[in-house]
């Protein structure tokens, strides 16, 4: 399985305040995908962002992006304008493209402070 | 809208027993997952299956079994039920379409799994 690597494991923020999730990987591919999904404490796991590393540009979702960095096999999830909505483990996972399996970090839990 | 049903929220079971998690999803994907989430570690991959019948081991295969003979519907096994297998168990699917490689994988809400 593919390594990887979440060194954050929670992260506290104030509301309308930024806060960004560190996430790296490793690979000896040049052609994989990530994600970052998110999982409220209803333990529904949301697809927040994806990348297709052939891209160079960033991902971005409305208050969510990434600063997808490919030779530094690093992937930060940064959210602004931070809401109490963003309470949650956010899990950065990283798919082969010649893969149907998704390997996944060990989370960040995010606090949001009112 | 798009659904993963896993058959039960919280289950609790005792040491030795045959354990069943059941899933289906609604949405006519080829892959279905078994995921164990256990806290440090995210979530690891017991099974995987790209087909009716078809099955593959992913890196945790160990004391699990899977059952997959509908499209729709992906079976957990636990042979003989172990405290080691406390965990939360999540289901997942995904579309296998060849030029579009970058699908999502859906999720279920999961079950927590005591064994005592």
């Known amino acids: 399985a593919q390594t990887v690597t979440q060194s954050q494991p929670e992260m506290s923020v104030q509301e309308a305040e930024t806060v960004t999730l560190s996430c790296t990987y490793d690979t000896s591919e040049s052609d994989y995908y990530l994600f970052w999904y998110k999982q409220p404490p209803s333990r529904q796991m949301i697809l927040v962002i994806r990348?297709?590393?052939?891209?160079?540009q960033n991902a971005t979702e409305n208050r969510f992006s990434v600063n997808f960095q490919k030779a530094a096999k690093s992937f930060s999830l940064k959210i602004s304008d931070s809401q109490l909505g963003d309470a949650a483990m956010y899990f950065c996972?990283?798919?082969?493209?010649?893969?149907?399996?998704?390997?996944f970090g060990a989370g960040t839990t995010v606090t949001v402070r009112a | 809208d798009v659904k993963v049903t896993q058959s039960s929220r919280y289950l609790v079971k005792r040491t030795g027993e045959k354990v069943f998690l059941e899933c289906v999803q609604d949405?006519?994907?080829?892959?279905m997952f078994w995921y164990r989430q256990d806290p440090g570690l995210g979530l690891r991959l017991i099974y995987f299956?790209?087909?009716?019948?078809?099955?593959e081991k992913g890196d945790i295969p160990e004391g699990y079994s899977v059952s997959r003979e509908k499209k729709e519907r992906f079976s957990l096994i636990l042979e003989s039920a172990s405290t080691n297998q406390t965990s939360m168990y999540l289901c997942a699917s995904s579309l296998w379409v060849a030029t579009l490689m970058n699908t999502e994988a859906f999720f279920g809400q999961g079950t927590r799994l005591t064994v005592v």
């Open positions: 996972a990283y798919r082969s493209e010649n893969d149907y399996k998704l390997s």
């Open positions: 990348q297709e590393a052939y891209k160079q």
């Open positions: 949405m006519d994907h080829e892959n």
């Open positions: 299956s790209y087909d009716v019948k078809m099955k």
